[in-house]
């Protein structure tokens, strides 16, 4: 009787250290697709970020001589 409870309980902590292991490597998984989505997100959208900071920057140097225009003194 004693035999077979052990051998339940190694049989249960096998079970769960296994559990365990399955878990841990599963989250290790999801990290890596989790990091190689955001990066081919951000691979994808590295371009068009370049290209509205281009812009911005345009916009805010027309913004200027704008401005610089508009105070300078008129001859």
Do not use: H, R, Y
């Amino acid at each position: 009787m004693a035999n077979e409870t052990n051998a339940d309980v190694s049989a249960t902590l096998g079970n769960l250290s296994e559990a365990v292991t399955k878990i841990g490597q599963m989250q290790i998984e999801l990290l890596d697709k989790s990091l190689k989505t955001a990066a081919s997100a951000l691979e994808s959208l590295t371009p068009a970020l370049v290209d509205a900071a281009g812009n911005l920057t345009g916009m805010l140097n027309q913004v200027l001589q704008g401005i610089s225009t508009a105070i300078a003194p008129k001859k």
